[in-house]
């Protein structure tokens, strides 16, 4: 069993930055890849990022490609999420995710970290 704890969340102007972290604990962590997720109110939860288990591959949604940064430190168990020149349309409520089995498939879920970005 996986547990997930996000952090970094908050309001920001848009323009501004914020860095989520995702701690994870329970499992192995250098063997899964890791993805981050968000929804936006009224919304469908929707891909944002994934890095592959040693951080050699990373791949972004369009909507946020150039502006997010996803890294990992295997070492503390922890991956992150860079988001620099906000747009009010990221807010929403962002969750990472363990993909167990390098499929796409995502097995685990954080309970999720607010970002608010106001115009």
């Known amino acids: 069993q996986v547990q997930l704890v996000e952090s970094g969340g908050g309001l920001v102007q848009a323009g501004g930055s914020l860095r989520l972290s995702c701690a994870a604990s329970?499992?192995?962590?250098?063997?899964?890849?890791m993805g981050w997720f968000r929804q936006a109110p009224g919304k469908e939860r929707e891909f944002v990022a994934s890095?592959?288990?040693?951080?050699?591959?990373?791949y972004y949604a369009d909507s946020v490609k150039g502006r997010f940064t996803v890294s990992r430190a295997n070492a503390k168990n922890t991956v992150s999420l860079q988001m620099n020149s906000l747009k009010p349309e990221d807010t929403a409520v962002y969750y990472c995710a363990v993909d167990s089995y390098g499929t796409g498939g995502y097995d685990y879920w954080g309970q999720g970290t607010q970002v608010t970005v106001s115009s």
């Open positions: 329970g499992g192995t962590f250098s063997s899964y890849s």
């Open positions: 890095i592959s288990r040693n951080a050699g591959y990373a």
